[in-house]
């Protein structure tokens, strides 16, 4: 787990980013999907925490566009290596759709309102691998691994670094 601490400009921007996302949904029926209670805008303003703090860790381009109907998938990108952010505070890393992205982050809540914590991530091959169906509540089954079958945040960019030689 690695811990990254945003400034309140970087707060600020995970807010724009999550109200902007919401806003672009307005009239089109699209809702995001979830295992919680929690509203839309709350689920755009957290994953945009994770983004924020990810594209910070790994010094690379936070795409921040708004959407109408998501992101497909994709998150960033960086070197060629597509990259997803999932927030959770499941303990597990899950997807309620197939994974698309080459490589997915999983980032969570810190100690403080301004402290996201990346605790690790795993390629598209590895999860489809070692997923399996787990079901929160009265919400559809999802796909998930546990937070042990992550790689840790650390070996991420040398990583990506590595497949761009390929």
Not at 24 to 42: I, L, P
Not at 94 to 118: C, E, H, L, S
């Amino acid at each position: 787990m690695t811990r990254i601490v945003l400034s309140p400009a970087e707060i600020l921007c995970a807010k724009f980013l999550g109200i902007t996302r919401q806003m672009m949904k307005f009239g089109t029926r699209t809702s995001n999907a979830r295992v919680s209670r929690k509203d839309d805008v709350q689920l755009n303003y957290e994953g945009a925490l994770g983004e924020v703090a990810v594209s910070k860790f790994l010094n690379a381009d936070l795409q921040a566009e708004g959407y109408t109907v998501g992101d497909d998938g994709v998150d960033m990108e960086m070197f060629g290596t597509t990259i997803d952010v999932k927030w959770s505070t499941k303990n597990e890393l899950y997807f309620n759709k197939p994974m698309r992205a080459d490589v997915a982050v999983m980032t969570a809540p810190g100690t403080d309102y301004y402290v996201v914590q990346i605790m690790g991530w795993i390629t598209k091959d590895e999860f489809n691998q070692k997923c399996f169906s787990q079901q929160y509540g009265n919400y559809a089954p999802v796909k998930a691994v546990r937070i042990d079958q992550l790689r840790k945040p650390d070996t991420l960019e040398i990583w990506i670094r590595r497949q761009r030689k390929k």
